[in-house]
């Protein structure tokens, strides 16, 4: 599931835009495709009605999710027959489609996964679905510009969308999850009780701000990673083969090994340890600023990076999962995991002129410093969180 909900992301941004790049698409064009993108900040909107409705004979859960998947295959084979020299808007007409069926099934795997698992295997089952995700969008940007040396772009939707059969597979032969609890009966209760149930609970506010304040400055960091490198001299190659390739791995395993260690430490005390390495690891980056050119130092700060960075990711997803309630679990994570991409796309907006303001030692020891609010806040919600 995590696989299918990685896939189609990168297909709308960097493999779309090389495509439209290589057919002499204007740059201010392709811009403004980023646009496409906003179903996935505003499915929110939409999530409390998959809460409401069952679609299909499959159950609450897997029939919303079929369906998007078909409407995503369906999505993606249109996307490929458009022609982005021609018209423009066809295409981004093709591509909203894709995000947005894209965005369905993003609610439905999160309700999917929160509703099958219990508290304890939320730590292990979410690095799981981290690493298919990022698996996804490994094939579908990696694999996809790859393949473009020897396939044509509409061939290539094309087969990605017969891969993403494997998601209608997994539907077909996954269990519908148990749920013990009374569904929304009415819209009202399907969009307004969410969010005064959530509302109604103690520290619901911190834990808003918790989520907002717990990876800004690994945010802000890695927004700037690549302009750093090229700064001190690394080519686009050693980037591509370090950064890229031997980080991904890196991440891979950091989530696997989060997963494992959240099983036997929790989620609370997993939050802290994993909180203070993503500082520290972002401290390397202020080390390597002051070293200077070293492939070998590099190749350290960027593993232990990724490692800490995944670790963190696994249990930040696993935390938000299971603040919700199972009555309202679409509309309540699809506004908790939207708020988790406000300092990605907002908050690290300002990261260049940080950079270009302090140098890049003293940015990146500001990045280390600014996640101290968050683990401060962590210790505020201790009650609430030991409990997982």
Known sequence: MGFSSGLPLLLTSSVLQAWMQQ??????????????????????????????????????????LLWAQIGLILALVGLGFTKPAVSPINVAGAALLVTFFSAVQDIVIDAYRREILTDHELGLGSALYVNGYRLGMLLASGGGLILADYLSFPQIYELMALIMLVGVITTLLAPEPKTFIDTPRTIREAIVDPFLEYFQRQNAVLILFFILFYKIGDAMASHMTIPFYLDLGYSTTEIGM???GFGFGATVC??????????????????????ILQAVSTVGFAVLGSYGYSLLGLALVIAFENLTGGMGTAAYVAFMAS?????FTATQYALLSSLMGIPRAIIAAPAGFFAKSFGWVSFFSFC?????????LLRHLRPKLLKI
Do not use: C, H
């Not at 280390?368 to 968050?374: K, Q, R, S, Y």
């Open 23 to 64: 057919e002499g698409v204007d740059l201010t064009t392709i811009g403004l495709f980023a646009l496409v993108g906003l179903p996935y900040t505003l499915k929110f909107f939409w999530a409390p009605f998959l809460d409401r409705y069952q679609l299909g004979r499959l159950g609450r859960r897997r029939g919303w």
């Open 254 to 275: 950091g989530s696997l090994l989060g997963g494992i260690l959240m099983l036997r430490m929790g989620i609370y005390r997993s939050l802290w340890l994993f909180g």
């Open 368 to 376: 280390a410093l600014i996640a101290i609010p968050g683990l401060l």
């Open 323 to 327: 603040l919700t309630n199972k009555k």
């Open 242 to 244: 370090i950064a890229k």
